[in-house]
Structure formats: structure tokens, C-alpha cells
């Protein structure tokens, strides 16, 4: 196993007190991809381990303060590429009126047209298309109309509910990836490259700019770090759509190493493990 850390910079407060400071050690484990022996996983072992989970409508904020019930669904889903939104729109065909808050806003302009779920974002990118100044999945808190039975929240995920499915395959990449972080490397060895695929945490600062004017973000505060299982466990499901099988049964085995080791810690030791800060508060 080998770990790489990464070391604390200066830290510019967040929005609430509970957030942690992002810049902190984590810990890495790097092996080769199975179904690609060149390649190379790279893997946050300190977020994988982390006690992290949803609280969507359970002490979520919101990334928007004008809009704490809309989660992270504020600005809709960019989708990964043409097949994510060939994808998305296929699924939102088998939505119904009595679950859907915006069926009829969808209905095709023309007749036996495209449903009108998609638009194109400021960046110039293609993304889920903003109703009242959320995503048109979003069934709003306290929406009611006759014949509606459906819940707040996103209807695509109440229609992986509904079907009995993984909502890895109901929602567009983003929306099921996050808050997992999937991104690419390439490294030079001489004149042979190597490609890394990164599984790391989607923390604030990964979003950017953007990211410093969310008002509230789930990855790095202690409200959302109380979850039962550890990430790489509760998200089972989307880790083998990121990593394949193999790959993910190889990280399991680093993880429960891993879980071993912090279970029979002992508090005066010195401190070889870098946990995630969030959970060590959460946990209190």
C-alpha cells in the first residue's frame, strides 16, 4: 500500500461554523487498474473511510441560502456528454403526472418531439433545464395539486424508488457520482504516459470559483458526517460504476485494512492515519 499525503495551506473561512477546514492531510493508496494493468487507480482513502452520507431533507442547507430545500439541485445537472443526456432523457419518458411536478412544463413543444428537460448552461454547455429557478426534476417542498402523490425532491431518484433500481441508473453522471469525485491524469515516464483515474471527495474547492459562493456544502461539515456505514461501503453501487468490479473489490480491501488499523488505535499513539475532520467531529 503506499500513501501519499497532502499537506495543510492557508485556510479562508466558510460560510458555517460546522465546515472544516479543506485544507488538510489525506491519505492515498494507488494500484493498478485490473481491467488495464498500465493505467492506475488513485484513490482518497481518508474521504472513502469518512463517515459521510445524504442528509437531503434530513439538516441539509442547501447550497443556496434563498434555497435550502433544493439541496444541490439549484442549477440543474451539466451532463458528462451526449450519451448522458440521451440517457437522462429516456428515463424522464417513463415519469408520470402523479409523481412529476413539472409533466406538463416537459411535454414537447411540437407534437412527437423530445420532452423539454434540457438547455444550454452559461458555460455553453448542455444541462437540465431550470424551472422556477431550479432543476425541472425537483418536485418542490409543499407542492400539491390534484392528483399529485408524489414527494419533495428529485423525481428521478423517487423513480429508481418506484422501479427498484440503483439511482446510478435513473439520474444523469453527476447527479449519482456526487459527492464522489471521478477526474483524470496522465504521467510521463520517459517517453511512456500513464493514465490515473482519481476517486477522490467533489469538496468545494473542486467546483471552482463557483464553489466559494455555496452557502452551505455537505462534504466538509460535521452535520453530514453521521452516517452509519463509510463511503466506500454506503456507496457501493457508484464506485463499481466508476471503478468496475474488480477494481472496486481491490479498494475494499484497502479500505477494510484501513478500518482495521482506526478500529485499534489508541488515542496516545502517534497519529499515523489522516481521518477526515469532518468525521472525527461528527463522531464526538
Known amino acids: 500500500m503506499c500513501f501519499i499525503s497532502h499537506f495543510p495551506l492557508p485556510f479562508h473561512s466558510m460560510s458555517t461554523s460546522s465546515e472544516v477546514n479543506p485544507h488538510f492531510a489525506r491519505d492515498w493508496v ?3 487498474n485490473p481491467d488495464q494493468p498500465e493505467d492506475i487507480f488513485r484513490c482518497d482513502l481518508t474521504w472513502l473511510t469518512s463517515y459521510w452520507n445524504c442528509i437531503y431533507g434530513n439538516g441539509c442547507c442547501g447550497i443556496d441560502e434563498d434555497k435550502p430545500d433544493a439541496g444541490c439541485c439549484s442549477d440543474g445537472a451539466y451532463y458528462s456528454d451526449s450519451d448522458d443526456e440521451a440517457r437522462t432523457l429516456k428515463v424522464a419518458e417513463r415519469l408520470t403526472p402523479d409523481m412529476w411536478q413539472f409533466y ?3 411535454r414537447p413543444k411540437k407534437r ?3 420532452l423539454n428537460v434540457s438547455e444550454v448552461g452559461l458555460d455553453k454547455d448542455r444541462k ?6 431550479s432543476c425541472i426534476f425537483l418536485n418542490r417542498k409543499g407542492y400539491s395539486a390534484p392528483g399529485f402523490t408524489g414527494d419533495f425532491g428529485c423525481v428521478l431518484h423517487h423513480l429508481a424508488q418506484k422501479e427498484n433500481v440503483h439511482f446510478v441508473e435513473t439520474k444523469p453522471d453527476v447527479c449519482w457520482q456526487l459527492p464522489i469525485r471521478r477526474s483524470f491524469e496522465t504521467r510521463e515516464f520517459g517517453e511512456r504516459e500513464v493514465h490515473v483515474t482519481v476517486i477522490g471527495e467533489y469538496e468545494r474547492l473542486a467546483w471552482g470559483d463557483g464553489g466559494a459562493d455555496f452557502n452551505w456544502y455537505c462534504t466538509g461539515n460535521t452535520e453530514a458526517h453521521n452516517g452509519a456505514e463509510p463511503v466506500y461501503i454506503s456507496n457501493r453501487f457508484e464506485l463499481i460504476a466508476m471503478m468496475g468490479e474488480q477494481a472496486y ?3 475494499v480491501t484497502h479500505c477494510n485494512n484501513r478500518m482495521e488499523i482506526m478500529k485499534n488505535f489508541k488515542k496516545n499513539s502517534l497519529p499515523l492515519l489522516a481521518v477526515h475532520p ?3 467531529a461528527g463522531k464526538r
Open 30 to 32: 494507488e494500484f493498478p
Open 249 to 251: 473489490e481491490i479498494l
Open 278 to 280: 469532518a468525521t472525527v
Open 104 to 106: 406538463e412544463e416537459a
Open 128 to 133: 437540465t433545464r431550470m424551472v422556477e429557478a
Open 112 to 114: 412527437g418531439g423530445a
